[in-house]
């Protein structure tokens, strides 16, 4: 496939490649230099921003929380998903600026982790839709606690995800080399010439497929089934109501708009590779400056994450505020009284829970918190 396709990919971000058309090489010397620039900003930001929100989410969940529910284990797999996908940034902007200077080993690795913490923070969106929509459709039968069964459940369900999205990473680990090109090195997916564009296709579709598809159909179906019944739920003032929907639907806004102009992106590079669509050297160049720009806006959706998935909760929220007070009260030296607003909590664990309620820190329930 060197005759036309060579890969020729400035780091795991920057899917741009160098080919012939009609006999002369479509030369993508801007699209690096676009990448030089523009992704260890947009990486520096996210790492600073999502760094923050998550750690505080891994301290919070691990020593004043108790898990309560699948969807608590879930927050706390998914804040240290995002980290681990947060730690690979500052290699990647290293790589799009001096180009890959830490060896084989080091690729393979950065891009297994990359795409395993990728995946599975997609799959643990999903398992959290489907865990809220689990405690709306049964009934706990009014048990409240958590036994230890259960918790086993729930980290056999968080290894089953680990060890599927590795899976989906395995490509990655496999294929992942340092190459020479254009004068500098890059850490890119290197096929044999017999698969590399059936290879290329392949992962393409399958990424879009399993990363975006699969969890936003998940979210959408959950979510509206979730909503009727929040519709439905007698003994609820209108306005709490629609706090708690406005929930869900930013929920399923935010993810669509990190995660839709990607795969987008990602769709057309698949077609082209099958179907030979791109025969214009400007037409790539764009192309490829576009899926540098939007696998940043969905690299975003790791700093938004501990917002929608974690400060919303009334447990979670509450536990910050106590310790940002309990902290002010020995930097101030006095036991001055801090306002904690109170949180709207709607359960919608079975048909006689409909009415708005702060249940014990054990309650098996789903709730929404504004």
């Excluded at 919070?60 to 690979?88: E, G, H, K, P, Q």
């Excluded at 790589?95 to 080993?105: E, F, R, S, T, Y």
């Excluded at 080091?106 to 990359?114: G, V």
């Excluded at 109170?342 to 014990?360: D, F, K, R, T």
Aim: hydrophobic letters at 45%.
């Amino acid at each position: 496939m060197e005759d036309f396709y060579s890969e020729d990919l400035d780091g795991n971000f920057n899917d741009s490649y160098d080919y012939d058309y009609e006999h002369s090489v479509c030369e993508k010397e801007s699209v690096r230099f676009f990448g030089s620039v523009f992704l260890p900003i947009i990486y520096a930001l996210a790492l600073v921003v999502g760094l923050a929100g998550n750690a505080l989410v891994v301290v919070v969940y691990t020593s004043r929380l108790r898990m309560r529910t699948l969807t608590d284990m879930c927050i706390l797999n998914l804040a240290i998903s995002d980290l681990l996908l947060l730690f690979t940034l500052p290699f990647w902007a290293a790589d799009a600026v001096h180009g890959w200077k830490l060896g084989q080993v080091a690729c393979k690795l950065t891009s297994f982790l990359y795409s395993t913490n990728f995946s599975c923070g997609m799959l643990l969106l999903a398992c959290i839709s489907l865990d809220r929509y689990r405690a709306v459709a049964q009934n706990p039968m009014g048990r409240t606690g958590t036994s230890t069964r259960m918790r086993r459940q729930w980290l056999l369900v968080c290894a089953v995800l680990w060890a599927l999205a590795s899976f989906f990473g395995l490509p990655e680990l496999i294929f992942s080399t340092v190459k020479i090109s254009h004068h500098r090195t890059s850490c890119t997916a290197s096929y044999p010439p017999s698969m590399a564009r059936p290879a290329k296709a392949a992962l393409e579709l399958m990424e879009v497929i399993l990363r975006f598809l699969l969890p936003f159909l998940v979210m959408v179906v959950c979510y509206s089934l979730i909503g009727r019944a929040l519709a439905k739920a007698a003994g609820v003032r209108r306005e709490r109501k629609w706090r708690a929907l406005r929930v869900l639907l930013a929920v399923v806004a935010v993810f669509l708009l990190t995660q839709l102009p990607y795969n987008i992106v990602k769709l057309c590079k698949a077609m082209d590779i099958i179907y030979h669509l791109v025969t214009d050297c400007e037409v790539s160049k764009g192309l490829d400056r576009a899926r540098q720009v939007t696998e940043s806006l969905a690299l975003s959706h790791a700093c938004i994450n501990p917002l929608l998935y974690a400060f919303i909760g009334s447990s979670f929220r509450g536990h910050v505020l106590k310790a940002a007070k309990h902290l002010g009260q020995r930097l101030g030296g006095h036991s001055r009284q801090v306002n904690e607003e109170p949180a709207v909590e709607i359960a919608l664990h079975s048909p006689s829970h409909n009415q708005s309620q702060s249940g014990s820190e054990d309650q098996d329930t789903s709730t929404f918190t504004i």
